[in-house]
């Protein structure tokens, strides 16, 4: 496992760069169509600012009603959409569909880039995921800024596979892979695992991603909670009893609750020393993460929680 060095950027304030596709979730349900701004780099970040976290979103919006949209609800959770993120043209959109157990199925118009040139401030946390990760010629960009950063700002992940959208299989798994050796934690859903991993029990997918380097690897299992690991331990969460509206923005709310956790407790300098994280505290960092997503899950749409719901 590598060792990566974190240079002193005298900073008095910790930090998140989100980087990922802003849309509009046209969710379809029995009562008609209703949008909601979604995408999931847009919903962790929504998610950080409203744990107080400072946090600022590069993504692409078009100069529609539905950008519009977008930005007032980032302003209204205190995100700063940086300039570089607008564009002439429409929004991006995925109408998802409400399957009988709340889950969503995605059927996407989208359209991902970022400009060559782009002046960013330092961060103390990077995170990037999704649709981001694969959808060219976006997705190249991305990687570069990751590696780029991954000197001066601790890398998190999630990459949240959309299989209608991403290509060759053994390919975004060599792509995935290849990110791996500058991230320090990552998160992946079950259903995320399953794509990228067939028939591999969850423990030893996690065991699989550690050995690549992140200090922290973490699969979401649902209503079952969630399992984290790192190089000394491997711990099963149980998620907290709730009446489910929707999983919308589940996933998403938790990545959130675990990069807030690398902003204002001692975890960002644990992955930033390659500490090893044993049970309890891999059990603490689960704990909170899933309460986060526990009320995001309680609501329709992905509708986080702000830090005095907690």
């Given at each position: 496992m590598q060792q990566r060095g974190m240079q002193q950027r005298g900073m008095q304030q910790s930090t998140a760069l989100v980087i990922g596709e802003a849309l509009i979730d046209i969710v379809a349900t029995a009562e008609g169509e209703q949008d909601h701004p979604g995408g999931?780099?847009?919903?962790?970040?929504?998610?950080?600012?409203?744990?107080?976290?400072t946090v600022s979103l590069l993504t692409a919006i078009g100069d529609d009603a539905r950008g519009a949209e977008i930005t007032a609800r980032l302003e209204e959770s205190s995100v700063e959409l940086l300039p570089a993120s607008r564009r002439s043209g429409p929004t991006s959109t995925a109408l998802a569909?409400?399957?009988?157990?709340?889950?969503?199925?995605?059927?996407?118009?989208?359209?991902?880039?970022?400009?060559?040139?782009?002046?960013?401030?330092?961060?103390?946390?990077?995170?990037?995921?999704?649709?981001?990760?694969?959808?060219?010629?976006?997705?190249?960009?991305?990687?570069?800024?990751?590696?780029?950063?991954?000197?001066?700002?601790?890398?998190?992940?999630?990459?949240?596979?959309?299989?209608?959208?991403?290509?060759?299989?053994?390919?975004?798994?060599a792509r995935f892979e290849a990110l791996l050796e500058v991230v320090d934690l990552v998160?992946?859903?079950?259903?995320?695992?399953?794509?990228?991993?067939?028939?591999?029990?969850?423990?030893?997918?996690?065991?699989?991603?550690?050995?690549?380097?992140?200090?922290?690897?973490?699969?979401?299992?649902?209503?079952?909670?969630?399992?984290?690991?790192?190089?000394?331990?491997?711990?099963?969460?149980?998620?907290?009893?709730?009446?489910?509206?929707?999983?919308?923005?589940?996933?998403?709310?938790?990545?959130?609750?675990?990069?807030?956790?690398?902003?204002?407790?001692s975890l960002g300098m644990q992955l930033r020393r390659r500490s090893e994280l044993w049970g309890e505290e891999l059990g603490a960092i689960g704990a909170f993460a899933s309460k986060v997503a526990a009320i995001t899950v309680s609501r329709r749409g992905a509708n986080p929680p702000r830090l005095a719901e907690l």
């Open positions: 999931s780099p847009y919903n962790v970040a929504i998610t950080l600012g409203r744990l107080g976290d569909v409400l399957q009988p157990d709340g889950s969503a199925r995605y059927v996407f118009d989208i359209d991902w880039s970022l400009p060559a040139r782009l002046a960013l401030a330092p961060s103390t946390v990077t995170h990037a995921g999704s649709i981001a990760l694969s959808l060219e010629p976006g997705a190249s960009r991305v990687a570069e800024l990751l590696r780029e950063r991954s000197g001066d700002s601790l890398i998190t992940l999630d990459p949240n596979i959309r299989p209608a959208l991403v290509g060759d299989h053994d390919h975004e798994v998160k992946l859903s079950d259903e995320d695992a399953a794509w990228l991993y067939p028939g591999l029990a969850p423990a030893k997918v996690l065991s699989r991603l550690v050995a690549r380097g992140p200090g922290l690897a973490v699969m979401t299992l649902g209503g079952a909670g969630s399992l984290l690991a790192s190089s000394a331990a491997v711990i099963e969460v149980p998620a907290p009893a709730t009446i489910v509206a929707d999983t919308i923005g589940a996933g998403d709310s938790y990545m959130g609750a675990l990069i807030h956790q690398v902003l204002t407790t």
